[in-house]
């Protein structure tokens, strides 16, 4: 019994140590992040969990995803985070003119707080209108505090905030498809979003 015990916490250490090293091979993943993805809102944490995504919604116009996003980071209708009943808070919303294609851009910026009170994660929403007619949405979660292994949170910060009836999601005005493209986001187990 000790000696699988002894394996198990060995196999733990290595392992975490094989992230670390990854991780640090990265630098400064705020720095990176930013270099590469305007739309990421950056962390003061030089080593942290992520989820970077393209999600679109075929044949759906950008207000229709925005009211529904935006319904959820407000809470209305008292709507919960399906994820350990975490807490949304919206910070800003602006759109804008895109020169080159003439579409409007809608650009929020948000946080979510943990269930538990302990951590405060930022994400990036930038919706525009697809070549297709349907929206895009390309989206970012950070945390801002060391970590590696954030067990889908970041994922489920986005995820949660347009995901639809069938997954436990409770929509308030708009039950959305979607596509979801996973850029930069290796941790995105959808069951982890309901519990």
Not at 71 to 98: C, F, Q, V
Request: net charge negative.
């Amino acid at each position: 019994m000790t000696a699988t015990l002894n394996y198990r916490i060995l196999v733990g250490l290595i392992a975490m140590l094989i992230a670390s090293a990854f991780f640090m091979s990265r630098g400064s993943q705020s720095e990176e992040t930013a270099a590469s993805n305007p739309v990421c809102p950056g962390s003061p944490a030089s080593v942290h969990a992520s989820c970077e995504m393209k999600v679109s919604f075929p044949g759906t116009q950008c207000q229709t995803v925005l009211e529904e996003i935006t319904a959820r980071l407000n809470h209305e209708n008292s709507w919960m985070d399906p994820h350990n009943k975490g807490k949304y808070s919206l910070i800003s919303s602006k759109s804008s003119t895109d020169e080159k294609t003439g579409n409007e851009v809608n650009l929020i910026n948000a946080s979510h707080m943990t269930g538990n009170g302990k951590y405060t994660d930022l994400l990036n929403l930038q919706l525009t209108m697809g070549h297709d007619g349907s929206c895009v949405l390309e989206t970012c979660s950070e945390s801002q505090v060391t970590s590696i292994l954030d067990f889908s949170t970041n994922f489920c910060n986005l995820h949660n905030l347009y995901c639809n009836d069938n997954e436990s999601c409770n929509s308030i005005h708009h039950s959305l498809d979607y596509m979801e493209e996973y850029e930069n986001c290796s941790q995105n187990t959808v069951s982890r979003c309901s519990s």
